[in-house]
């Protein structure tokens, strides 16, 4: 077994992380790709856009498993805005498209522990103007990719209700690892919630940042925009 390390009196211990001094917390650069680009949240800039593209998922099966939503009106929507989206944690992110600018959604970081190096994406409510796009995946690369490299955490995490099927199979494509499920970890919206945990930890993220980049590449995608191969993090 290697890298076992010991106390004096003999107990195994965990591998050393010679010279931590902490991670940083998120301070709003933006962040740009090929695809989208994502500016943090100004409610006065960006709240009729985001109601807007929310408003295209007719049937509210986006908010399904959110804890708040949907709203009926732009003003409900901005009520909630003012209330949970202004502070440091959660720290909003509004994705736009690179192309128009168009407003495409929104994601966060959260649990936002620089002490430890630990941070959790989450908050992720894509528009269908932005589902099933490579967009969608390129945002989750540059929130990684900028909570390892310029932030310097060492874990990230993803957690969802475990019932969201195709939030789960979501983060197993983006190289996070399940580690298990809480159960009854939470009532949301009168029902009981067992939250899925998965994660991906820095010495991890060289491989799948490979994987993303291959995947992004304009020659993944034909004329039509649909992919030649399939995402690899793993």
Known sequence: ???????EIG??????????KGALAPDGRPLHGQYCYMEKLDIDTHCSGLFE???????????????????????????????????????????????D???LGMASYLRIDPTMGSIEVGHIHFSPLMQR?????????????????????????????????????????????????FRQMSVIKGHNRDTAWFS????????AKEGFETWLSPDNFDANGKQKSSLQTK
């Not at 107990?11 to 931590?20: A, E, H, T």
């Not at 509210?60 to 009106?73: A, C, D, R």
């Not at 390129?138 to 995490?157: N, Q, V």
């Not at 991906?200 to 491989?207: A, G, V, Y």
Request: aromatic share 14%; proline share 6%; net charge negative.
């Open 101 to 103: 600018d168009l407003i």
């Open 133 to 181: 796009t490579p967009a969608s995946t390129e945002c989750m690369y540059m929130m990684m990719k900028h909570a390892f490299e310029d932030l310097g955490h060492r874990r990230y995490e993803w957690k969802c209700n475990n019932l969201n099927e195709p939030s789960k199979k979501a983060a197993e494509r983006l190289g996070f690892s399940f580690e298990g499920v």
């Open 53 to 99: 593209a929310f408003s295209k998922n007719e049937n509210g099966s986006n908010w399904t498993y959110l804890p708040v939503g949907p709203f009926e009106t732009e003003a409900d929507f901005r009520g909630w805005l003012e209330i949970g989206c202004v502070n440091p944690d959660p720290f909003f992110y509004v994705i736009r498209r690179q192309s």
């Open 11 to 20: 107990q195994i211990l965990g591998v050393p992380v010679p010279d931590w």
């Open 200 to 207: 991906i930890l820095n010495r991890e993220w060289k491989k």
């Open 1 to 7: 077994m290697s890298n076992v390390n010991y106390n």
